[in-house]
């Protein structure tokens, strides 16, 4: 067994001790199972936020992307820092009335903001769509980093499926305090390792930053500009605005923000992560630098720039601590994707079926919807094709159809009651979904318009009808709610 494989276990081991450790002194109930009874102070929200961000992705997305698609890989930290400038303002608004209302998910707030069981559960289930193919991301990234590092040793199935033996053990256990104590190891493995081979590969090979990218200006100059077509100007700008709103609409960030323990903890995240979020740049510099020296990846390889280039430099000692670093990246996320996904199920679901389960059914029920989600997950790790990949690309675009809901619930406005919400998601999803089917592009109803409209994200497109059909349907059921408000208020008064 060589010197990464035996790091990579010990990792592994600590994550799973501290997974199971962060229940101590805790009585589990379903609150401190999914928001940890909403306690967690400034440092563990920006933990948790910021493992939302140092996913798998920075590892292999990240310079994968770079080494790849070149510019087109900046919009990553672009749109996230857009999505915390955006949370200053947007994000207190949804502490406040889940603290009010007691609201323990993403789905259970949609719900009691519109007073509308079936707007819960369109939303659980939307909740679950997006979820998966990210948890599946993170689980075959989670495979190819530690059998790369492993040098073959580990294969892929075998790491995914220790992944997620351990996630599902700790998450069952301690649910989001699991996840929590895990962010405070990765973090700092993170930290040190993106950080120093951001800044030593450049050097080692090119003499600094700047020479490497001269050196791919020389050979690739291409890479180094956004595409005329594609990945575009347009194509940019609309993807950091649509994912920007997004971001903290995904249930594992949602979830994230209703577990804090005040406001100000949430404000002071908006001000400190977008400087935390420019690390992802040495992602980007360790795959321009692969382009230079691991030549010919082609397609999907191109996300084993890191990891090649890091077995090139390094001694396999150094390779196991960036294997475990890697491990970490996934578990963390996957944690908390996993339970946000089961008690939003358990909120908009089950608890739905049965209002009058007590605490200790709705902590089963969300349990074993942990391990039906990351089973589910874990047979699409073994056996799923190009078809969730491109879900995943969509699934922002998924997510954000949520978006007009939750900015006109606000305010107290007709011009978005609960049928028009349920009516524009609907329809928004609707659009993503045939689009990341059949590529259907803006070109295909307009054959001579513009490259410039065409790149423009269709999640653009399918917000627009969103809101459009959400704010029409709503003027014409206005009449309809107000007396169904009315009868339970009566209903009430008796």
């Known amino acids: 067994m060589n010197s990464a494989l035996l790091i990579i276990f010990f990792v592994a081991a600590v994550a799973l001790y501290l997974g199971i450790r962060a229940t101590r002194g805790k009585e589990m109930n379903v609150n401190e199972f999914a928001v940890g009874n909403k306690g967690f102070g400034t440092l563990f929200i920006f933990l948790l936020i910021a493992g939302e961000v140092y996913t798998t992705f920075t590892f292999l997305g990240g310079s994968g992307w770079a080494y790849s698609n070149g510019a087109a890989a900046y919009y990553v930290p672009a749109y996230i820092c857009l999505a915390y400038v955006l949370s200053y303002w947007i994000i207190p608004k949804i502490w406040r009335f889940a603290k009010k209302h007691e609201v323990i998910s993403q789905p259970q707030y949609f719900m009691k903001n519109y007073n509308s069981k079936a707007l ?22 989670l495979g190819i ?37 895990n962010a405070v190891l ?47 100007t347009p194509w940019f700008i609309s993807t950091i605005i649509l994912n920007a709103f997004g971001f903290y609409l995904l249930p594992q960030s949602f979830t994230v923000v209703i577990s804090a323990k005040s406001e100000r903890a949430l404000k002071k995240n908006a001000i400190t992560l977008p400087l935390y979020t420019i690390l992802i740049l040495f992602a ?127 305010f107290n406005t007709k011009f978005m009651n609960k049928y028009g919400a349920i009516a524009g998601i609907l329809t928004g999803v609707s659009i993503v979904l045939f689009n990341a089917i059949t590529k259907f592009k803006l070109i295909n109803i307009f054959p001579n318009i513009p490259s410039a409209i065409n790149d423009i994200n269709i999640g653009f497109v399918a917000i627009a009808v969103n809101i459009f059909i959400g704010v029409s349907v709503s003027l014409l059921t206005n009449a309809i709610v107000e007396k169904e408000n009315a009868r339970v208020t009566k209903e009430v008064a008796q």
């Open 120 to 141: 819960g559960v369109v939303v659980a289930f939307i909740g679950l769509i997006a979820l998966v193919p990210y948890i599946v991301i993170q689980l075959k990234g």
């Open 145 to 181: 980093i530690v059998s790369e590092a492993s040098y073959g040793v580990i294969s892929p199935l075998i790491a995914s499926t220790i992944g997620a033996v351990i996630v599902t053990i700790y998450v069952t256990v301690s649910g989001i305090h699991g996840s929590a104590w």
């Open 186 to 232: 990765k973090d700092i493995m993170i930290l040190f390792v993106i950080v120093f081979l951001g800044i030593y590969i450049p050097y080692h090979y090119f003499g600094g930053i700047q020479p490497l990218f001269e050196a791919v200006q020389a050979v690739k100059p291409e890479a180094l500009t956004f595409a005329a077509e594609g990945y575009s």
């Open 284 to 410: 980007f510099f360790i795959g321009f630098a692969a382009i230079i020296q691991v030549p010919g990846l082609q397609g999907a390889e191109g996300d084993l720039s890191l990891l090649r280039l890091t077995m090139q430099t390094f001694d396999p000692w150094f390779v196991g601590i960036v294997g475990g670093a890697g491990l970490l990246t996934a578990l963390v996320p996957v944690s908390v994707m996993v339970m946000s996904g089961a008690v939003g199920l358990m909120t908009g679901f089950y608890k739905l079926i049965k209002p009058n389960s007590s605490d200790r059914q709705q902590l089963t029920v969300s349990k074993l919807f942990v391990l039906l989600i990351i089973l589910i997950a874990y047979v699409f790790t073994i056996f799923g094709g190009n078809a969730l990949a491109i879900l995943n690309i969509m699934s922002y675009g998924l997510i954000t159809q949520l978006v007009p809901a939750m900015l006109f619930g606000f």
